[in-house]
Nanobody, 124 residues
Framework: VQLVESGGGSVQAGGSLTLSCVTP????????IAWFRQAPNKPREGVSC????????NFADSVKGRFTTSRDTASKTVYLHMTNLNPEDTAVYSC??????????????????WGQGTQVTVSS
C-alpha cells in the first residue's frame, strides 16, 4: 500500500495550504485516511481522519476550526485544507491508512501504511 503526500511548503502566519495524499496502488473506498504531523523534537500528533465514505471526520483540538479534510475517490486523493496557519503548525505532515470508520483516537496501533511526508513551514 503506497501513499504519496504533496503540497507542503513555506507560508507566513495566517496563510493557507492544501496538502494532498494520493493512493495510487489501492482502492481508496476501503480505507479511512488520517493525517499526522511531527515537529522537530516532538512526538507525532494525529491531526485529522476521514472515513471511507467521506464522513465521520475528526480533528485534533489544536486544529479544529482551521483545518478540514476531504476526499476524491475518482482521483484516489485525500486533502488536508489548512487555514489560519501559525508557527506551531510547522511540521512534517504524513498520511496513513486506517479502518473504514475512523478510530476514536489517533493511537498508532490503529493506523498502518504511511507516506513519506511533506514539510510545512509557517513563519511569523
Amino acid at each position: 500500500v503506497q501513499l504519496v503526500e504533496s503540497g507542503g511548503g513555506s507560508v507566513q502566519a495566517g496563510g493557507s495550504l492544501t496538502l494532498s495524499c494520493v493512493t495510487p496502488g489501492f482502492t481508496l473506498n476501503y480505507y479511512g485516511i488520517a493525517w499526522f504531523r511531527q515537529a522537530p523534537n516532538k512526538p507525532r500528533e494525529g491531526v485529522s481522519c476521514i472515513g471511507s465514505t467521506g464522513g465521520g471526520a475528526n480533528f485534533a483540538d489544536s486544529v479544529k476550526g482551521r483545518f478540514t479534510t476531504s476526499r476524491d475517490t475518482a482521483s484516489k486523493t485525500v486533502y488536508l485544507h489548512m487555514t489560519n496557519l501559525n508557527p506551531e503548525d510547522t511540521a512534517v505532515y504524513s498520511c496513513a491508512t486506517t479502518t473504514p470508520v475512523c478510530p476514536s483516537t489517533f493511537a498508532s496501533k490503529y493506523f498502518s501504511s504511511w507516506g513519506q511526508g511533506t514539510q510545512v513551514t509557517v513563519s511569523s
